[in-house]
């Protein structure tokens, strides 16, 4: 197989080896990382240099970002330009809590005398990118696609088929940065993954008090508008379909039959960061939604019942690296079912909810629910990542406490006696 090179490639390869050794795979210093937002541009585009602050250190950190920074652009013919890059938006002072980042950009224009492939410095930091200068129409390096096999590098010869498919590339030929860098139409599936994500915990426990019984749950939602990647989502985005399924088995009994099962299926607007503190100490959410829940059967064992909810959502951030959730849940019910008119006499109308979780580390949650006459309903969630264990496995060790009303949606008006399970947990 032949192909045409363009005649500027060999001298452009040289500066980006350069720009690839000096800091390509770390370009990073004091936990800042730093990048352009894309692999080319004419002379006169503005591009923007986005950076990263992460703070892995154990107390808060204090960012300091300038306002300008210093860039040298290296061309292939030896010309350095010196240039200014200035900050977008005006906040340049952050206070980053433990496993935390923040985000800022700078905006630069691309030098007029720029040519071809530029190595990018930043004065004073350690960090190196490359820009192929020479623009997106002209079959330059950036926009050229790569033709050939993948080869091993030590050896020369080409990867097996099958070792570079599992990577997720053709065995054929590579696209180019500019394509990477475009937005892409996925597949069906690559779309449904990426808009599918966790919900409720999803938990299988085991407990033994009275007899032995499994309580489970699995949860998902939906998000029925994907934003872009390079902007905030708008409000329209920000709306989810919901599912959530609660059972409770009996593990005791010859045949095994499940006591009821719970199908919660909802619609619902959420976003977790509606407003948050200079600090970042201090963030606000919502969840604002309409829900059913039904137990799936006819006759008297029949009960359903649906609401509609405002939940907002209190985040404290604590320099240890944790956060404190406050979520009441306010429901107001309707379409109640005949089976069960006193619904809310048992549940309450108010969930309230306390989450405290760890990075990489410990989730503990609260849920406390009162009705009429001093109906109370007490569940704690303990969750341990099994990776943090001598076992080095996915997951989490599960322990639930719960004592009170409604554990199963049949059994609403029944109060249970303590009772402790545990298991392994999925999504605490």
Sequence with gaps: MSFHRPSHA??????????LALGMAGTATAGVSYRLDRPSAAPGDTVTIEAVYFNEGNARATWEAPPELVLQWRGQDGQIVRS????????????????NFARLAWSAEVPASARGLQAVSI??????????????????LASTPAQGPVVDARSGQPVPAPEVAAAGASPQGGPSPDASAAPGQADAFSRFRSAISEY??????????GKTT???????????????????ANWYENFYLGYTQTSLWDLQSDSMPFI?????????????????????NWRLGVNVGAEHNSNGKDGPDSRSVNDGYVEPRFHYRLDSG??????????????????????????????????????????????????DQQRRTTQLDFAWPLQRTWLNMNGYLHLQYFNGYGETLLGYNRREDSQFRVGLSIVP
Excluded: C
């Design 10 to 19: 060999l001298p452009a390869l040289h500066v980006l080896s350069a720009a």
């Design 84 to 99: 200014l890059a200035r900050l977008q938006g005006g906040q340049a002072r952050y206070s980053v809590p433990v496993n």
């Design 214 to 232: 499994a309580r489970f749950q699995i949860s998902a939602k939906y998000r029925l508008f994907s934003p872009a990647a390079n902007r905030p």
């Design 200 to 209: 409720k915990p999803v938990y299988f426990d085991i407990g033994t008090r």
């Design 123 to 140: 004065e004073g930091q350690p960090a190196m990118m490359a820009l192929d200068a020479t623009g997106r129409d002209s079959g330059t």
């Design 322 to 371: 944790s956060t404190l959730t406050f979520a009441p849940r306010i429901k107001a019910y309707f379409g109640v079912a005949s089976e069960n008119p006193d619904y809310a006499d048992y549940a309450g109308r108010i969930d309230w909810q306390l989450r405290w979780a760890q990075d990489n580390g410990a989730v503990v949650t609260a849920l406390y629910r009162q009705g």
């Design 260 to 280: 009821d099962t719970t199908f919660n299926p909802s619609v619902f607007w959420l976003s977790d960061n509606l407003w948050s503190s200079e600090s970042q």
